[in-house]
């Protein structure tokens, strides 16, 4: 079952998203899980990750403001965005950490305007 991530839109410089992402309880249950993002012309890269127990981490680019965290309960995976920027404009996906191909899905467009 791929991992679907929402939540996007387009906001101006410094605002604020959350993003979502629904999966299965035994991805859940197994896995770190992380948000990944592709920007326009850009390679996909590695955001936020964070573990079982809510070890999180994060790129040096967003850390500080970006926040990444989970319900095992509920089986959502979250990413609070804050103080955006235009550079964070991109495709968000999330995924485990390290990725499996198969759970790629479509992802939520992220746009930050100046």
């Known amino acids: 079952v791929q991992l679907q991530a929402s939540g996007g839109g387009y906001v101006r410089a410094g605002g604020s998203l959350r993003l979502s992402c629904a999966g299965s309880r035994d991805t859940f249950r197994r896995y770190d899980l992380g948000w990944y993002r592709q920007g326009p012309g850009k390679q996909r890269e590695g955001v936020a990750e964070?573990?079982?127990?809510?070890?999180?981490n994060y790129r040096d680019s967003v850390r500080g403001r970006f926040t990444i965290s989970r319900d095992n309960a509920e089986n959502i995976l979250f990413l609070q965005m804050d103080d955006l920027r235009p550079e964070d404009t991109a495709i968000y996906y999330c995924n485990t950490r390290p990725p499996l191909p198969a759970l790629w899905g479509q992802g939520t467009q992220v746009t930050v305007s100046s």
């Open positions: 964070i573990s079982y127990n809510g070890v999180a």
